[in-house]
C-alpha cells in the first residue's frame, strides 16, 4: 500500500522524464513529415471539414451549428478514446524498460496521459479557427469549467492506464477487446450526431461514460449547458476508478515485471 | 561503498499463458532447468532461483555461469531489481546500471544520439548533463557518423558498443551484465574490459552472466555455478569454472554451453 503511493509519488517526481519521453513518443511518430505533430492537426482539420459539410446536409442541420459541435465532439473523443486504447499498453509497450531498469511504475503511466496531452493540445487549435468562422454563445465565465473537466478525466486516464495497463499485461486477449468496444461506443456517442436527434431516447445514450467526458469539455465551448448527469457519472468513475485502480496496483504491483 | 545480499531469495515464476495446453506440453517437454510445479489454480510455475545467498563487496567480479535456463538472467534481474524476490531478502546499496539485453530499452527508429539521450534519463540523468557526455560516449563507441543514423542500420555489435559506452558513461557502482556482451569484436572487447577494471579498481562490483570460460576467466575473480535455480559451486572463478567443465563433461548439463554461446 505505502510502496504504491511511493510508486505515484515518486513517479511525478520524475516530471522531467515523462514529459521529455512523451516528447519524444511524438517526434518519433511524425519522424520524416514535414509538419511534424501538427500533420496531425492538418488530418483532423480536414477530416472536420470534410465532414462538416456534408453530414450537415445528410442530417439537414445548419452548418454553422452542427461543425462546430462536430468539430468539438471529434477532437475530444479521438482525446479521451485513446486514452481509453493506449491504457492498455501502458506497461506492454515499455516492456524492454521494465525488464531492464528499476524505475517507478507510474513514470509510464504520466509519460501516457502527457502525450495524450500535448496531442489535444495540437488538434486543439482548430477550434479557435471553428469558433471564429462559426460564433457559438460562449459565456467566457463558463469556460473555466473546462479546467475541472481536464483534471478529472486525466484522473480517469491514469487509474485506466493502471488498472488496463496491468490487466492487459497478465490477460493478453484483452487489448483487443478493449479496442473492439471502443469502436463500437463510437456510433452509440453523440459525436457525429446531435444528442437532441435521438429525442426521449436520447437519456439512456446519456449515460454513457465517454459522453459525458466529452459533454464536460464541449458544452462550454458550445455554450450550451451539460447532461444533466454529465458531472454526476464523471467525478462517481473517478471515484470508484481510482479506488478499484488503486487497490489493483498495491496488491499485483511486484507482479507486473513477470506479467509484461 | 557498495555493497549487495542477498538471503535465501527465491523466485517463482507464473507461466500464466501456460494454460493453453500446447503449451504446457512444450514447456515440460524442453530441457528447461528450472523446477516445474503446478499452483493451486492449475497454473504452471517455474521456480526459478531457490535459496540464493550471496554478498558482494567493493571489487568484487562475479561470474554466474550455467547451463541455459539455470537462472543467471533471473538472478542478473533481480540484482538489478526488475524482479522482486518471492520469497527473501535482497540488501543493494550502490547505483546499480544494468546491462540486460542490447535491443531492449534502444529505441531502434531514433538515431544514436538520441538513443544516448534517451538510456540516459533511464539511468536517471538528466538530457542536458547527457548531452555534455554524450561526445566521450560517442568518442568510446568509436561509431563516428552512424550515431546519426537511426539505430535500427546498426549491426549486433554496433549495439553492444553503444550500449556499453552508455551505460558505463558514469562510473557504475553495480554494474550487472548479461551473456550478449561477446557479440562486440575482440577490439571492443579489449577497451570495455579496461573501462570496467577500472571502475573495479574505484571499489565497483561487477556481475557478469556468459558462456564464454575465457571471457569469464579474464574479466572476474569470483563465480557461482548455477544449476536449476540453485548455487552449485561458489568461489574463485577458476575452481568455478572447473566444476562447470567437469559438470558438461558429466553430461548432466543437458544444453551444450558452445551452442549457445
Known sequence: MALALGDLAEGLRRSWLWAALAQQDLRLRYRGSVLGPFW??????????????????????????????????????????????ESCTTFTAVQGIIQQVKLPFSVHVYRLLYRNLLT????????????????????????????????????????????LGMISARFRDVPPIVASVVQV???????????????????????????????????????????PYSWTILIGMTVLGCATAFAFFARFRHRLAFWV | MSLVRLRDVSVDFPIYQGGSRSLKKALLATSTRGNLASDGLDRITVRALREISLELVNGDRLALIGANGAGKTTLLKVLAGVYEPSQGTITAFGKVSSLLDINVGLEIDATG?????????????????????????????????????????????????????????????????????????????????????????????????????????????????????RIAAMGPVSEVVAAYRRLVESGSAAVAPAAAA
Open chain 1, 40 to 85: 496531425q492537426t492538418l488530418t483532423t482539420a480536414v477530416m472536420i471539414a470534410g465532414m462538416g459539410f456534408i453530414y450537415s446536409k445528410l442530417f439537414r442541420i445548419r452548418v454553422d451549428s452542427y461543425l462546430p459541435m462536430l468539430a468539438l465532439g471529434l477532437i475530444f473523443w479521438m482525446f479521451v478514446s485513446a486514452l481509453v486504447t
Open chain 1, 120 to 163: 489535444l493540445a495540437h488538434n486543439f487549435l482548430i477550434v479557435p479557427v471553428v469558433l471564429l468562422i462559426f460564433p457559438q454563445p460562449i459565456q467566457f465565465w463558463r469556460l473555466l469549467e473546462l479546467v475541472p473537466a481536464l483534471a478529472l478525466i486525466l484522473v480517469n486516464g491514469a487509474w485506466l492506464a493502471i488498472l
Open chain 1, 185 to 227: 461506443v463510437f456510433f452509440v456517442t453523440p459525436v457525429m450526431w446531435p444528442l437532441a436527434a435521438l429525442g426521449a431516447a436520447a437519456r439512456w445514450v446519456e449515460l454513457n461514460p465517454l459522453f459525458a467526458m466529452i459533454d464536460v469539455l464541449r458544452a462550454p465551448l458550445l455554450g450550451v449547458s451539460q447532461a
Open chain 2, 113 to 229: 544520439y538520441e538513443n544516448i539521450i534517451m538510456r540516459g534519463m533511464f539511468m536517471g540523468i538528466r538530457p542536458r548533463e547527457m548531452r555534455r557526455m554524450a561526445g566521450g560516449i560517442a568518442e568510446f563507441t568509436e561509431l563516428g557518423h552512424y550515431l546519426d543514423m537511426p539505430v535500427r542500420t546498426y549491426s549486433a555489435g554496433m549495439m553492444v558498443r553503444l550500449s556499453f559506452a552508455i551505460s558505463t558513461c558514469v562510473r557504475p557502482e553495480i554494474l550487472i551484465m548479461d551473456e550478449w556482451l561477446s557479440a562486440g569484436d575482440a577490439q571492443f572487447l579489449g577497451k570495455a574490459q579496461r573501462r570496467i577494471e577500472g571502475f573495479v579498481r574505484e571499489s565497483s562490483i561487477l556481475v557478469l552472466a556468459s558462456h564464454s570460460m575465457e571471457l569469464v576467466e579474464e574479466w572476474c575473480n569470483r563465480g557461482i555455478l548455477l544449476e536449476h535455480g
